[in-house]
């Protein structure tokens, strides 16, 4: 596991095949918490920042998906953090529930690995967890550095990006959108059209960073490349 640094404070951890963010504003703040089994490298990752683990207060998800709430329950019950969550996805998360109907975006790539992932590459549950914070778009959070919510619903009903605002903007793009090879919609969506009208209102937004679920971040002028695909 190699912790990259996106912006001062900010930093990415693959774990497996999604990626973990963890912000630095006196206390930490995780963004999703991978597959199950992903705590321990999330807990490494923060004592690499010097950081015990009762320091992470603040877990945000930006969806229900198995590969993002895969560890909120083990993460919670190490550190002691409290959970984030758009209620429409947090409904599922807790009662351990990963998945609405959905189909692959657009393209062969993503139809096999929609295909894939319906093969036993994503848990089809995980261990319910207690979500106590409803998030709402935007949303200041009093934390992670004056962190705004987005709503992005499409590739699931209750997904939010985030928008830091600093160092010229980073968005966290969560599921919205993906950078497999190069940037581009999700693997699948739950409805694609409102997945497209969330990516439209993002790129509206200012950020020189773009980070993404899947694929490596975009680091300088960001905002232009999703104007250049999404824009309106
Ligand atoms: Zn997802
Ligand atoms: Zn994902």
């Not at 010097?50 to 993460?75: E, Q, V």
């Not at 962190?147 to 793009?173: D, K, M, N, R």
């Amino acid at each position: 596991m190699t912790m990259t640094s996106i912006a001062p404070g900010v930093y990415a951890i693959p774990v497996g095949i999604v990626n973990v963010f963890v912000i630095d504003a006196g206390d930490l703040t995780v963004i999703d918490t991978g597959t199950p089994g992903s705590a321990k490298h999330i807990l490494a990752a923060a004592h690499q920042l010097g950081r015990p683990p009762a320091d992470i207060r603040h877990i945000l998800l930006t969806h229900m998906h198995a590969d993002h709430t895969g560890s909120l329950k083990a993460l919670k019950e190490a550190t002691g953090a409290t959970a984030h969550m758009h209620p429409a996805d947090a409904a599922l998360t807790q009662r351990g529930e990963v998945m609405r109907p959905a189909r692959p975006g657009p393209g062969i790539l993503r139809r096999l690995l929609f295909h894939l992932s319906g093969l036993g590459m994503f848990p089809t549950r995980v261990e319910a967890a207690t979500v106590e914070h409803e998030l709402q778009d935007g949303q200041v959070l009093p934390f992670a550095g004056d962190l705004q919510v987005i709503y992005t619903p499409g590739h699931s009903q209750g997904h939010v990006a985030f928008l830091w605002p600093h160092e010229g903007g980073v968005l966290f793009a969560g599921d919205s959108a993906s950078n497999i090879g190069r940037l581009g919609p999700s693997i699948l969506y739950e409805d694609y059209a409102e997945g497209m009208l969330s990516l439209a209102r993002v790129s509206r937004l200012s950020f020189d960073a773009a980070c993404f679920g899947h694929g490596p971040a975009i680091i300088g002028n960001a905002n232009a490349r999703f104007r250049q695909q999404w824009g309106q």
